[in-house]
């Protein structure tokens, strides 16, 4: 059975840092394309970005309002995904999700606020 | 980068049949914007149903399918359950990056 586990969120202050983690088994992670999604309160999906596998290059790929800003990458000896969340905004609030293929975890809430 | 419009609202009756849309700024959608639908429910994360326009995920119901329709995506529901009431995203390729649609609240009333 495939699982996705996200934890790290928190409260974290404007301008802070935050690194959120998506433990993956159940699958050949190191042939996954990983992504993660965020949903503000009450409002829709966002794609925030995706990472390739390391044989198909290990590239990344961002959404406008998060680029220069998140980063993604991963640790295939660990079948963990990771999103390095920098100069966090008040309008970063949300529920983030990780995603492979069909799979979604459950997500882990991040609060930006001072 | 595309903004992928889809139908804020729309009502079934159950056992009928519905098909939400999923449109790009950009022009038709094809194949080659390797449409996904997802179904969440309030209070839950999201569930993929539909994957390259009309790949069903094995636990998909048979009364969803995907397909192309008019130059958008299309999500058709044939027999609506009470349990298809949720919140429905299409999510397109757009120039390396994906883009979700705003979402369509399906009530089955």
């Known amino acids: 059975e495939v699982q996705l586990v996200e934890s790290g969120g928190g409260l974290v202050k404007p301008g802070g840092s935050l690194r959120l983690s998506c433990a993956a088994s159940?699958?050949?992670?190191?042939?996954?394309?990983m992504t993660w999604v965020r949903q503000a309160p009450g409002k829709g999906l966002e794609w925030v970005g995706r990472i390739k596998s390391k044989t198909d290059g290990g590239t990344t790929d961002y959404a406008a309002p998060v680029k220069g800003r998140f980063t993604l990458s991963r640790d295939d000896s660990k079948n963990t995904l990771y999103l390095q969340m920098n100069s966090l905004k008040t309008e970063d609030t949300a529920v983030y999700y990780c995603?492979?293929?069909?799979?979604w975890g459950q997500g882990t809430l991040v609060t930006v606020s001072s | 980068q595309a903004v992928v419009t889809q139908e804020p609202s729309l009502t079934v009756s159950p056992g009928g049949t519905v098909t939400l849309t999923c449109g790009s700024s950009?022009?038709?959608?094809?194949?080659?914007?390797?449409p996904y639908w997802f179904q969440q429910r309030p209070g839950q994360a999201p569930r993929t149903l539909i994957y390259?326009?009309?790949n069903k995920q094995s636990w998909t119901p048979a009364r969803f399918s995907g397909s192309l329709l008019g130059g958008k995506a299309a999500l058709t529901l044939s027999g609506a359950q009470p349990e298809d009431e949720a919140e429905y995203y299409c999510?397109?390729?757009?120039?390396?990056?994906?883009?979700f649609g705003g979402g369509t609240k399906l009530t089955v009333l």
């Open positions: 159940g699958l050949t992670f190191i042939n996954a394309w």
């Open positions: 390259d326009t009309s």
């Open positions: 995603r492979t293929g069909g799979y």
């Open positions: 999510l397109l390729s757009s120039s390396g990056a994906r883009v």
């Open positions: 950009t022009g038709a959608v094809t194949s080659g914007h390797y």
